[in-house]
C-alpha cells in the first residue's frame, strides 16, 4: 500500500486561485525579453473631449504611430534598448523595451477628422474631440404663468 500525503485544505481550494498561481509562476519563470510591454494610459472626459494620456519615456517621436480606424484608436510604437557598453556591467534591467500595441474603443460622439497629438517630456496626449451633437446643452425652462 502507497503511502500519500493528507491535505486537509485541499478541498478548499479555489480554481481561480490555482489560475492566479500559475499565472505568477509563469510571469517570474518566463525571460524578460519574452513579457510584452503595455505603458500605462488615462482616459477622462470633458464636455468637448475624450483625452488619452499614454507614459512613453525614451520612446523617440519617430518610433510612435496612432491610427483611428472603424471606431479604434490604436498606439504601437518601439522602445529601443541603449546600445551595450561593453565598459557598463547591468546589475539590474527592470524598464521593458520592444515593440508596444495599445487599442482602444471611442464612441461615434467622436469627431475623427478633428483628432489631435501632441508629445512632450515623454507624455503622449491624444485629444479627440466631441462632435457638436455629442456636447451637452442646458435648456432653460421657463415658468407658466
Known amino acids: 500500500m502507497a503511502i500519500t500525503k493528507y491535505d486537509p485544505l485541499a478541498s478548499f481550494e479555489l480554481p481561480s486561485l490555482r489560475l492566479f498561481q500559475d499565472a505568477i509562476n509563469r510571469l517570474f519563470s518566463e525571460p524578460v525579453t519574452a513579457r510584452p510591454w503595455a505603458p500605462p494610459v488615462d482616459i477622462m472626459e470633458t464636455d468637448e473631449a475624450l483625452i488619452v494620456k499614454a507614459d512613453l519615456p525614451d520612446v523617440d ?21 541603449e546600445k551595450e557598453d561593453k565598459r557598463v556591467g547591468y546589475h539590474r534591467v527592470e524598464r521593458a523595451y520592444g515593440s508596444f500595441v495599445r487599442c482602444f474603443s471611442i464612441p461615434d460622439t467622436v469627431d475623427p477628422e478633428k483628432v489631435r497629438a501632441e508629445y512632450k517630456n515623454g507624455v503622449l496626449t491624444v485629444t479627440l474631440p466631441k462632435k457638436e451633437v455629442a456636447k451637452p446643452r442646458s435648456i432653460k425652462v421657463e415658468v407658466a404663468k
Do not use: A, P, V
Open 61 to 81: 517621436l519617430k518610433d510612435i504611430d496612432i491610427q483611428i480606424e472603424n471606431g479604434t484608436l490604436t498606439l504601437k510604437g518601439e522602445r529601443k534598448f
